[in-house]
């Protein structure tokens, strides 16, 4: 009788241990495959073996690209916002600089991740927005006007400027100032967004 009920409880353990080996082995080969579904993924968001850019990764560029609206502003920012509520909705700028006889002009200066940074100006609210960067920066108008661009681009796309200088092509009927570095034959390197003036 106690040999019978030895036999079955090793029967029943080794069942047990076996159910339990085999549900493991099963987890382990679901791990592999989703491991390996992931790899195929992260391959396909990676550029082309040729070098072209991967459309995964062009659709990342674009959904990351900031629109500067002449006259009117940027995706979170709009000029004549008080600077309190863009600071509470942005956060805590990388730097504030006051200016001015009585230091009531204030410039909050905000670092993007592509090496452009933003600075709203203004006393309470939002009176300029300047932006610097360099070709590499995720920035440009609506119109298409982007940094890098030559001074012919731009008046290609903006057509005659309200003033033109060496170092800068003015459009005060639009609210956009497109600045140049050097004698301006270099790109763009900054571009002021202000209310329109006549």
């Given amino acids: 009788m106690w040999g019978n009920l030895i036999n079955k409880s090793f029967c029943v353990c080794f069942a047990v241990v076996l159910l339990l080996s085999w549900s493991v082995a099963g987890h382990t080969q679901e791990t592999q495959v989703t491991q390996e579904t992931q790899q195929t993924q992260d391959s396909e968001d990676t550029a082309a073996?040729?070098?072209?850019?991967?459309?995964?990764?062009?659709?990342?560029?674009?959904?990351?690209?900031?629109?500067?609206?002449?006259?009117?502003?940027?995706?979170?920012i709009r000029l004549g916002e008080p600077l309190e509520e863009v600071e509470n909705r942005l956060g805590p700028p990388a730097k504030i600089l006051r200016k001015g006889i009585l230091r009531t002009i204030y410039t909050l200066i905000y670092q993007?991740?592509?090496g452009t940074e933003v600075a709203l100006v203004g006393r309470s609210q939002v009176?300029?927005?300047?932006?610097?960067?360099?070709?590499?920066?995720?920035v440009r108008t609506a119109q298409?006007?982007?940094?890098?661009?030559?001074?012919?681009?731009?008046?290609?796309?903006?057509k005659s400027p309200t003033k033109s200088k060496k170092d800068r092509l003015e459009y005060r009927n639009l609210g956009a100032t497109f600045y140049f570095a050097g004698s301006g034959n270099s790109g763009v390197t900054r571009i002021d967004i202000y209310p329109r003036r006549n």
């Fill in 49 to 76: 073996p040729d070098g072209n850019v991967s459309q995964n990764q062009i659709i990342a560029l674009i959904a990351n690209e900031v629109i500067l609206a002449p006259g009117i502003g940027l995706r979170n």
């Fill in 112 to 114: 993007l991740d592509s």
């Fill in 127 to 138: 009176e300029r927005i300047v932006v610097n960067g360099n070709s590499a920066a995720l």
């Fill in 144 to 158: 298409g006007a982007r940094f890098g661009m030559n001074r012919s681009l731009i008046q290609r796309i903006y």
